[in-house]
Structure formats: structure tokens, C-alpha cells
């Protein structure tokens, strides 16, 4: 994968989740998953995570926050 954070256009006042890597991604799994939202522009963010654990930290501390 080339890129670890990416800027993009996202729906509006998208929440912060997390989401498991995937074949769908770039063609192959590369790292644990990423992390995306966006502003109330649609102004979004996409970061990925390369390990297993700090993503399994990420997804518990968003789970709280619901």
C-alpha cells in the first residue's frame, strides 16, 4: 500500500470507525485496518493501521464513545 493517510471527500459528518483490512483494499490485506470520519463538509480522513494490536485499542476506545 502507498499511502497510510489519505484526504478525501466523504459523506458529511461522517462518526470516526474503524474497519478491518480486506482484499477490497488496494487488492490485498495490508496491515490491521484504518480508521476514517469526516467534518461537516465531507472534508474526511482515512489512517491506517499496521498493527493488530493498536487497532484492536482504536475500535474498544470508539465503542466506549457510542
Same mark, same amino acid.
Given at each position: 500500500?502507498?499511502?497510510?493517510q489519505?484526504?478525501? /471527500?466523504? #459523506? /458529511? $459528518? =461522517?462518526?470516526?470507525?474503524? =474497519? +478491518?483490512? *480486506? /482484499?477490497t *483494499?488496494?487488492? @490485498?490485506? %495490508?496491515? +490491521? ?5 469526516? %467534518? &461537516?463538509?465531507? $472534508? ?5 493501521? &499496521?498493527? @493488530?494490536?493498536?487497532? #484492536?485499542?482504536? +475500535? /474498544?476506545?470508539? +465503542?466506549? @464513545?457510542?
Amino acid at each position: 500500500m502507498s499511502q497510510k493517510q489519505i484526504i478525501m /471527500k466523504m #459523506d /458529511k $459528518n =461522517h462518526p470516526l470507525e474503524v =474497519h +478491518a483490512s *480486506c /482484499k477490497t *483494499c488496494g487488492g @490485498q490485506p %495490508d496491515g +490491521a485496518g484504518y480508521l476514517c470520519g469526516s %467534518d &461537516e463538509e465531507g $472534508n474526511g480522513v482515512v489512517l491506517w493501521i &499496521e498493527e @493488530q494490536e493498536v487497532f #484492536d485499542i482504536v +475500535a /474498544k476506545i470508539i +465503542a466506549q @464513545q457510542s
